[in-house]
Structures are given as C-alpha cells and as structure tokens.
C-alpha cells in the first residue's frame, strides 16, 4: 500500500473559515491544484523519501496553535502536513489526515499560521509562525 499512488479525499475538509482554498485568490487555487495533480503520482514512500522537498511531516499538536482538526473523526487518523510548492514563497501547506494510502485533506493554509514558534523555540507569547 505504502507504494501505491497517493488518492486526495476531502471526506473531512473544513470549508468554514480562514483554511478553505475558497478564501484564496483564483491564480493561487490553480497552482495548488497543479501542485495536487503533481502529489497525486507519489505514493506515500515517496513523499517520505522527498520529504525535504514537499515539506511532508507528521504534524505535532503540541507544536501548533490548532489542536487537532474540526472533524473528530480525522483526529483518529495519522495528521500530516505538506508544503504546495511554488505558492506564496513555499508558505502554503496542506493539513490532513493519512490513512491506507488516502489522503484526506482538511485545511489549505496559505501564511504557515499553524505552528507556534513559541512551542518551537521554548519562549513564551511569541507568535510568529514556523515549519521546519
């Protein structure tokens, strides 16, 4: 399965505010789904293997200022990140859930605002945002 292409599902996306691709403007949205269709010829052994490239992390609750997704349900699931590349400076990402070789995306995040440096880097009330 690990070496299956990766499928997107959007059984859990949240639409509801700041992390729809909605709120994005028409040229980022064509570009993250060029970068989707690009993801969509991996498997999940690549994203790992190219994890340097596409920013393909588990995501760590208690690094960011979300703690956990909307939809319980895909908080049973394996949460992971990823950058779309070549959108906003590489600061866009996308959060979701990871589970027998599904991909169910959950937000698009265009600024990186989900990690909290302060977590990151020890101090306290700082608030700028940061990935690795």
Request: some cysteine; proline content about 2%.
């Amino acid at each position: 399965m690990a070496d299956e292409k990766i499928k997107f599902s959007f059984e859990y996306y949240d639409c509801s505010g700041k992390y729809c691709l909605s709120e994005w403007d028409k040229n980022e949205i064509k570009k993250s789904l060029e970068r989707l269709k690009d993801i969509n010829t991996k498997s999940f052994n690549d994203l790992i293997r190219q994890r340097s490239a596409y920013h393909f992390y588990e995501i760590d609750w208690n690094k960011c200022v979300e703690r956990g997704f909307p939809d319980k349900r895909a908080n049973t699931l394996s949460p992971f990140h990823f950058s779309l590349v070549g959108i906003n400076n590489q600061k866009a990402r996308v959060f979701g859930a990871y589970q027998a070789n599904i991909f169910y995306i959950v937000w698009f995040e265009l600024w990186k605002s989900h990690y909290d440096s302060a977590l990151i880097q020890g101090k306290e009330k700082l608030k700028v945002v940061l990935f690795k």
